[in-house]
Nanobody
Framework: QVQLVESGGGLVQPGGSLRLSCAVS????????MGWYRQGPGKQRESVAL???????HYADSVKGRFTISRDNAKNTVYLQMNSLKPEDTAVYYC??????????WGQGTQVTVSS
């Protein structure tokens, strides 16, 4: 059974930083593409950042230069370093994993609130 467990969310002031983590089990982590999505209040879920099994990274325009996705295959964990946070970054952040055969999995989400 594949499980994804996010952590690291919380309340932060504008301009602050947070690092999200997503621990993965039940699958060959290094073979999977990994990504972070978010869903803000009253909004659709949107892609934030993706990292392929080969390490290529892709970002939404809204977070380029502020967010960094990384992975540690030895720890079966993917990270999202979020800097210069803005109120519009407030959302539930979800971790996703996609196998080479196209199977997709999601975590339960972690709340990020950016407010003064």
């Amino acid at each position: 059974q594949v499980q994804l467990v996010e952590s690291g969310g919380g309340l932060v002031q504008p301009g602050g930083s947070l690092r999200l983590s997503c621990a993965v089990s039940g699958t060959i982590f290094s073979n999977n593409a990994m990504g972070w999505y978010r869903q803000g209040p009253g909004k659709q879920r949107e892609s934030v950042a993706l990292i392929t099994s080969g390490g290529s990274m892709h970002y939404a325009d809204s977070v380029k230069g502020r967010f960094t996705i990384s992975r540690d295959n030895a720890k079966n964990t993917v990270y999202l370093q979020m800097n210069s946070l803005k109120p519009e970054d407030t959302a539930v952040y979800y971790c996703g994993a996609w196998s080479p055969t196209g199977d997709g999995y999601w975590g339960q989400g972690t709340q990020v609130t950016v407010s003064s």
